[in-house]
């Protein structure tokens, strides 16, 4: 199975800071890469997928980069809706692995 | 509007067993690959399942030999059928759809309920 590991784990941040978050596969998993917003009590929001193409309605201040093994979701200006956790998900094979999730709170 | 609703999530004893439901409206489970992913509490996502379009399943180690995944095409319902539970199967259950074998899932319920106690 392709085990999915995320950096860093929580990050304190202010509104309009530029947030990067880093995902990393065991092994390569090409562009297979999603990324969800979660908050508290509701389902997760699929952000990006194809590691780097913006999902319909989702802002433009998110953006995702990446490939391989290694990948990044950037959010450029940090507005109070983004304070959430954010996963990362391997769609390359199953098991769909997630990533342990990156909690991004106010400073 | 394209909404899935999970139900059947509940209290069990441990060895038991439960069956979630999922109805979707607005899409087609059996045109699109639909998956079960839990959240235990205060913990991160867990992929449990799918059933892709065609017949193939896979299933997580955690669960595999336990959970059964099947659909109902007449009905539009996904289910899981969960035997043997233990106290580390107590989460919510999110029932998620991929429109595309390598896509994410960009359709989910509101989650039900599993818990396994004594």
């Known amino acids: 199975d392709i085990q999915m590991t995320q950096s860093p784990s929580s990050l304190s941040a202010s509104v309009g800071d530029r947030v990067i978050i880093t995902c990393r596969a065991s092994?390569?998993?090409?562009?297979?890469l999603n990324w969800y917003q979660q908050k508290a009590g509701k389902a997760p929001k699929l952000l990006l997928y194809?590691?780097?193409t913006l999902q319909s309605g989702v802002p433009s201040r998110f953006s995702g980069s990446g490939s391989g093994t290694d990948f990044t979701l950037t959010i450029s200006s940090l507005q109070p809706e983004d304070f959430a956790t954010y996963f990362c998900q391997q769609s390359f094979s199953s098991p769909r692995t997630f990533g342990p999730g990156t909690k991004v709170d106010i400073k | 509007e394209v909404q899935l609703v999970e139900s059947g999530g509940g209290l069990v004893q441990p060895g038991g067993s439960l069956r979630l439901s999922c109805a979707a409206s607005g899409i087609t489970v059996r045109t699109n690959h639909m998956t079960w992913v839990r959240q235990a509490p205060g913990k991160g996502l867990e992929w449990v399942s799918v059933i892709y379009s065609g017949t193939s399943t896979y299933y997580a180690d955690s669960v595999k030999g336990r959970f059964t995944i099947s659909r109902d095409n007449s009905k539009n319902i996904l289910f899981l059928q969960m035997t043997s539970l233990k106290a580390e199967d107590t989460a919510v259950y999110y029932c998620?759809?991929?429109?595309?074998?390598?896509?994410?899932?960009?359709?989910w319920g509101q989650g039900t309920t599993v818990t396994v106690s004594s």
């Open positions: 998620a759809r991929a429109w595309d074998y390598f896509s994410g899932m960009d359709v």
């Open positions: 092994q390569t998993i090409g562009s297979y």
């Open positions: 194809g590691a780097s």
